[in-house]
Structures are given as C-alpha cells and as structure tokens.
C-alpha cells in the first residue's frame, strides 16, 4: 500500500525521559560498527521522547501507523515485548501548551496506554531485530505543521524478563 508520507527516528532522534524512569542510550559496536540503540529495563516502565518535528504537510485522511524495530540480548524464547506510543501536538500561535514554563496538562495524550501495541514475541536468535506495527488511534489532533513529539515507553508488565532495545521507529501514513 502507497504512503502519504514516512517519518524515521534513530535512537537518537529521542531524548531520555527526566530521573530513573528514562531509557538510557547504549551502543553495542561490532568490529568498530557502531550499532546505537534505545535500552528499556524489564523492571520497570521506562520513556523515551522524541524530538520535536513538524506534522508533514501531506498528512491526509489515511491511517498513521507506527513500527518499531527492537531486538533482545537472549533469544528471549517465548516471552513478548509491549511497547506504547503517546502524542503531544502543539499549533504554532494557539498558545495551547507553554513549552517555558513545562505545562504537564497538555503533556502527551493520556496515559501510556494511547496507542498501545501488541505483545511480540523476540527472535528465536539473540540480537536479530523483530518489527512491531500498530495504527496509531490518539495522535493528540495533530494537523499539517503542528510541532509533534512523542512518547515512547515500554510496558513493566511484560513478560520478556530482559532489556529491549529499541534501533528504530517509522511514522507513517497510508492512502
């Protein structure tokens, strides 16, 4: 299916959550590759939030959607990751959230259940990256030049036991 538009974000197109509950950055180099990725801790929820960008211009009436690209030290056989994906969109001259002054009543849209996403199951072999996919439902009414940023996290109740890394996130839309 056509996309309207494609949107990718590297670990480090995001910045760590504020105090314990951030996802750290790590990098596992390999033969001098760097390879960067987001870490989550399977004990606790932990949050990672994107820098801010523009809503593209050829946001249309199609559905968003949302993969994310994550792997497991350990094969991890038979336990599943839950990732979330929040939003918080902001018009320019709406004077809606006051960015200064660190409003939280407008901070992303609810809770870290807004699109949430299926448990998936980590590779059968340690470190191969596993693609996740959701449509996003709550997108926080983002329009055509909105500032958006939002809020990756990564479900404590899970049943993977390790940390998950995250390698990369796509924002998309489908005609």
Not at 61 to 84: D, E, H, L
Not at 114 to 138: L, P, Q, Y
Request: charged share 20%; proline share 3%.
């Amino acid at each position: 299916m056509a996309r309207e538009f494609t949107i990718n974000f590297d670990p480090l197109s995001f910045d760590p959550y504020a105090g314990s509950t951030g996802a750290l950055f790590v990098n596992h180099t390999v033969s001098n590759v760097p390879r960067p990725a987001l870490s989550f801790d399977e004990s606790t929820t932990q949050y990672a939030i994107s820098r801010a960008f523009e809503w593209p211009d050829e946001f249309g009436s199609g559905a968003v959607k949302a993969k994310i690209y994550f792997y497991a030290a350990t094969t991890g056989s038979g336990n599943s990751v839950v990732f979330n994906i929040a939003f918080e969109s902001e018009t320019p001259g709406a004077g809606g959230i006051d960015f200064y002054n660190g409003d939280q009543a407008h901070a992303f849209t609810g809770n870290a259940a807004d699109n949430a996403f299926a448990a998936t199951a980590v590779s059968g072999t340690a470190g191969h990256i596993v693609m996740v996919e959701a449509t996003m439902s709550n997108l926080d009414d983002a329009a055509k030049g909105d500032i958006v940023r939002f809020r990756l996290s990564r479900d404590s109740g899970d049943s993977l036991g390790e940390k998950a890394f995250v390698s990369l996130v796509t924002l998309y839309q489908v005609k």
